[in-house]
């Protein structure tokens, strides 16, 4: 059975960019990589879109940036400027390529389909494959999202709608997010933030085609893409194991209150990079507790009182922007989060603490 000194089983967004990470840092040359990947060949599936707080190395992937946003709800609409911290969009399949055509170069590194086919007694693992929690009763981020062309240049492409609560909640929280990628295309995507399990919520195909009728007051289009998923907003079972390393959202890379992770797997395969060489020893990463305990406490509010989200967060962006998009993105100081938590409804997170 072959050996190898280092097996990533995933090949997604977290196990490419490891070893990708990896190879760009020479740390490949004399050491062998096997990456576990079952798909037999890669496509755009996914569209990553963060703030950049901090550079990466997926610039030539970003197929749109916006430093103007809204929040819109029935309290009123937001407009918001942040020319310090551009929001950034990633095509997968851009991703995807870059990357395997860098790996492919590498005669180290060897993409196969089953672990079994290694002997694994001597290799030192990274896992992106997070236990299967779909059935968990916990809450989740979970959406539908469709890229439509126009005839007419209907968008304006340089600003784009984080958030609408204007359309139906159903006891939970709802709201679309559209990002026009030129003035005739843009994603449009219904999200919902609720238990995985009500099947209620899942007419996705039906809520967009009202919200693109009724509310953008587009009537013909073509879908050029869909893409479909669910996000954990729960931390994953993460145990410590001898010669393994839990990467991605298995690794607690996800933020649970916003469900960003591209730029979090960014810092945390720099990290194992950097201490690849005496990686038994180093310490877990961690995206920070303060973090922790704060995402815990606003999602104890979310789920016992969904229909005050639609205020809180369009309460949570009204003045200077910076201050929420680096609490949101994990870079935050004391006193920005100071700024944010003054914004919240402080007797109802002070209850929700215990």
Known sequence: MKEFDYIIIGGGCAGLSLAYELNINKKLEKKTLAIIEIREKYKRDKTWSFWKVISHNFEDCVIKSWNNFTINSHYGSHEMVNKQYPYQTIDSGLFYKKVIDNLKKNQNIQFLKDINQLNTKNSFIFNSIAPNQIHEPKLWQHFKGI????????????????????????????????????????????????????????????????????????????????????????????????????????????????????????????????????????????????????????????????????????????????????????????????????????????????
């Open 147 to 354: 890229e439509i062309e126009t005839q007419k240049n209907i968008f304006d492409d340089e600003i784009f709608n984080l958030m609408d609560f204007n359309c139906e909640q159903r006891n939970n929280v709802h709201f679309f997010y559209t990002l026009p990628f030129a003035k005739n295309k843009a994603l449009v995507e219904t999200t919902w933030l609720s238990k995985i399990n009500d099947k209620n919520l899942y007419d996705y195909d039906e809520q967009l085609e009202k919200y693109i009728k009724e509310t953008l007051k587009i009537k013909n289009y073509k879908i050029k893409y869909e893409e479909e998923g669910a996000i954990p907003l729960f931390y994953p079972i993460n145990k410590i194991e001898q010669n393994k390393i839990n990467i991605g959202s298995a690794g607690c890379m996800t933020r649970i209150s916003t469900g960003y992770t591209f730029l979090n797997i960014q810092e945390h395969s720099k990290y194992i990079t950097e201490n690849i060489e005496m990686i038994k020893k180093a310490k877990i990463y961690h995206i920070g507790k303060k973090y922790e305990f704060l995402d815990k406490i606003f999602l104890n509010v979310l789920r016992r009182h969904p229909d005050k989200m639609p205020k809180i967060f369009f309460d949570m962006f009204n003045g200077s922007s910076e201050a929420v998009i680096k609490f949101l993105s994990n870079k935050s100081n004391f006193f920005e989060d100071l700024k944010v938590i003054f914004k919240m409804p402080k007797m109802l997170f002070i209850k929700n603490i215990f």
